[in-house]
């Protein structure tokens, strides 16, 4: 007695005679044509209708196997997520620009008698919490600090007191530890001074 061969479907893994209950006749008739001729002849015999149909199924199965729809998408997914690349580092590129191109300005004001202010501007481009960085100059320097703003509408950090030189250091640190080293601090100095006596004759 000699051992059959069976033969199972590539496609939906039953014996060919089964095929045409799973719904995808027509593509395990491919499968079985490829791969089985003769059983596929003494299943369907040589219809030519059926032959040219699954010439049609064959050619597109071909093209799925192939992925060609999948790997236009997947090209053109590349190439957005490129894009958006490129598009966040060029962003990200000029704002650097834009805050090594920045200055901030620490300017001391003379006001009545021997009071001094010390506002500080052109912060906000760095990131910098304004409110926070008050709060943090009035326990340091033990005086009154406010945010207003200028005539130029920006937000500036106001401090009561002559403590110019110790704020200048400060922010000098702090753009330090927030890698803007470069960026130019300008620091202007308004305090009045004595009028010169005229010597009288």
């Known amino acids: ?5 069976v033969v199972y479907c590539g496609v939906c893994s039953y014996p060919p005679e089964y095929c045409e209950f799973t719904g995808k006749l027509k593509r395990c008739k491919v499968w079985l044509k490829e791969n089985h001729p003769e059983r596929y002849t003494q299943l369907y015999g040589a219809n030519d209708e059926e032959e040219e149909e699954a010439n049609d199924v064959a050619a597109v199965g071909k093209k799925l196997g192939e992925s060609s729809i999948g790997e236009e998408r997947e090209n053109k997914l590349e190439k ?21 191109s920045s200055k901030v300005i620490i300017k001391r004001e003379a006001r009545t ?15 910098i919490d304004m ?15 406010s945010v207003s703003k200028n ?7 106001v401090i009561q007191g002559d403590v110019l030189e110790d704020v200048e250091a400060y922010i000098h640190s702090l753009l330090k530890e927030k890698g803007m080293e470069n960026v130019k601090v300008e620091t202007i100095d308004t305090k009045k001074k004595k009028k010169p ?3 009288t004759k």
Not at 113 to 127: D, P, Y
Request: proline share 0%; charged share 40%; glycine share 4%.
């Open 80 to 100: 957005d997520l490129l894009k958006l690349q490129t598009k966040q580092e060029n962003r990200e590129q000029r704002e650097l620009a834009k805050k090594l």
């Open 151 to 157: 005539v130029e509408k920006k937000e500036e950090v």
């Open 113 to 127: 008698k021997r009071k001094f202010i010390v506002a500080i501007s052109g912060l906000e481009v760095f990131e």
């Open 197 to 199: 006596t005229t010597e």
């Open 131 to 145: 409110k926070k960085l008050a709060k943090t100059f009035a326990s340091k320097f033990a005086t009154g600090c």
């Open 1 to 5: 007695m000699s051992l059959r061969e």
